[in-house]
């Protein structure tokens, strides 16, 4: 007898490994057809629930967005007075649209216009309740807000906590951070950390509009420690 023969002879008595897989799969639907069912009704209702999710919140989002993008423009083009029309916009996005995206930013714009209208215990608390947000600049500008406060409310201490943690993370190095690191120490007592503050910041931003006033206020401290 030919190989070829043997060779079909075989494969008839031994099904490949497809085929048995194959068979099997089919005979445990057959035997477990309502565990199935009921596992692929589950699996229906969960992708449904996700995808309204996904859609409820991607609406959300959107609505705030929007929202946002109105009390922006009206905090553009307010006078100096206080809009209340963009603080109750501002104050919707903060109290119906917690978990959007717009939350954040409208919830550090709201503190930035309690301290425009002097209210600064106000404004400090905003600052304080929103530092969980994950965006970093925001969060380093809403620290930058804080240490101005402490620093108006004579607590250099804690001003310069919070600039000098800036600082060393480097992670918001501008102009403003220097000024404001600078006189706390001067305010605090410490020249010599003055010195070395709007030293660096001459070094670091030498493009800055505040250079020269740098540059004057380092010349004014290094005369003083002559004297």
């Known amino acids: 007898m030919s190989k070829g023969k043997i060779s079909v002879r075989r494969e008839l008595r031994e099904p490949d490994a497809f085929i048995k897989t194959t068979y099997s799969v089919l005979d445990y639907c057959k035997k477990h057809l309502k565990l199935i069912s009921i596992t692929a009704v589950i699996l ?3 992708t449904a629930t996700a995808i309204g999710a996904f859609w409820y919140s991607s ?3 959107h609505s705030a ?4 993008n109105q009390a922006v423009t009206s905090l553009d083009n ?13 104050d919707t996005i ?8 717009a939350s954040p930013v409208a919830s550090y714009l709201y503190a930035n216009q309690k301290y425009r209208a002097g209210d600064l215990n106000g404004a400090a608390e905003l600052y304080q309740a929103n530092n969980k947000v994950a965006d970093r600049h925001l969060k380093n500008l809403q620290r930058l807000g ?3 406060i402490y620093f108006q409310q004579n607590e250099f201490s804690k001003a310069i ?4 943690q800036m600082q060393t993370e480097r992670s918001f190095i501008n102009e403003e951070l220097y000024i404001l690191l600078g006189l706390s120490y001067e305010k605090n007592k410490q020249p010599e950390k003055a010195v070395a503050t709007y030293e660096n910041m001459i070094q670091l931003l030498q ?8 540059e004057e206020r380092l010349l004014n401290l290094q005369n003083l420690a002559k004297s």
Do not use: C, H, M
Not at 96 to 101: E, G, M
Not at 161 to 164: A, G
Not at 207 to 214: D, E, I, M, Q, V
């Open 207 to 214: 493009n800055s509009f505040f250079k020269p006033w740098a």
């Open 65 to 68: 967005q929007l929202l946002l």
């Open 161 to 164: 906590s919070i600039l000098e």
């Open 78 to 90: 307010q006078t100096a007075n206080p809009d209340s029309g963009s603080n109750q916009q501002l």
């Open 59 to 61: 609406d959300r989002n």
């Open 146 to 148: 804080l240490a101005t």
């Open 44 to 46: 229906v209702t969960v």
């Open 94 to 101: 903060i109290t119906s649209y917690k978990s959007t995206v």
